[in-house]
């Protein structure tokens, strides 16, 4: 059974510039969630994706957008990068079931630095 | 809207000792409660867990029990370690059908030998 696993681990980006972060399900999982962790804060919901379709949305900006992919891989795009997108980015994968989604796992992250 | 409040670090104790680390929230209907730790360089990892009330979560010596009349789920473990050295974060989820997790800010622990 293999891991969530997210790239790159680390990447620096000037501000205004586009940046897509890449997350691979745990097998078996259909149900991918990002989450943005600012430094020294907690993990905040930025959208989740099921079925290739997303599947409710935090309190971010549409430039923040994402896909699902039919293997239930991930994306996370963010468009005209801003100083404050500085960041770890979380993915989790759970599994849509009849009564909830199972437990997340999550990834170990992508840091990004917007300079 | 949905909200945890965790007591602010960060906690330094020496091995063996008590160790409590308060968490209160704030939701609508019945959420589910987690612990999650993060260990240095790596991803949250779930700790335990409690979906209803007056349940208790436990899991590596560690425990939280559900209190809705006091909106808590404070993690208390008796005798902590070094390895125990990490950030944990109180969560709690409302939604069903998308379990998204509102986390608190985190307290970091780091135990002295």
């Known amino acids: 059974e293999t891991g969530v696993t997210q790239s790159p681990t680390h990447l620096i980006k000037t501000r205004g510039q586009q940046v897509t972060l890449r997350c691979s399900s745990q097998?078996?999982?259909?149900?991918v969630s990002w989450y943005q962790q600012a430094l020294g804060q907690g993990p905040q919901f930025i959208f989740q994706?099921?079925?290739?379709?997303?599947?409710g949305r935090g309190n971010f900006p549409p430039r923040f957008s994402g896909l699902q992919f039919p293997n239930y891989s991930s994306e996370l795009n963010v468009n005209a990068l801003e100083l404050d997108d500085s960041a770890l980015y979380l993915c989790?994968?759970?599994?849509?079931?009849?009564?909830?989604?199972?437990?997340?796992?999550f990834g170990q992250g992508t840091r990004l630095t917007v300079v | 809207g949905d909200s945890v409040t965790q007591m602010e670090g960060p906690v330094t104790l020496s091995e063996e000792a008590f160790l409590t680390i308060n968490c209160t929230y704030t939701?609508?209907?019945?959420?589910?409660l987690f612990w999650y730790v993060q260990y240095p360089g790596e991803g949250l990892q779930l700790l335990l867990k409690?979906?209803?009330?007056?349940d208790k979560g436990s899991n590596k010596g560690f425990e939280a029990t559900y209190r809705k009349e006091t909106t808590s789920f404070h993690l208390e473990k008796g005798s902590v370690q070094v390895s125990d050295s990490a950030v944990y974060f109180c969560?709690?989820?409302?939604?069903?059908?998308?379990?998204?997790?509102?986390f608190g800010t985190g307290t970091r622990l780091t135990i002295i030998p």
């Open positions: 969560a709690l989820s409302t939604n069903f059908g998308n379990e998204k997790l509102t």
């Open positions: 097998s078996g999982h259909n149900t």
């Open positions: 939701a609508t209907g019945y959420p589910s």
């Open positions: 409690a979906t209803k009330a007056d």
């Open positions: 989790a994968s759970s599994s849509r079931v009849l009564t909830g989604n199972t437990e997340a796992f």
């Open positions: 994706y099921y079925r290739e379709e997303e599947n």
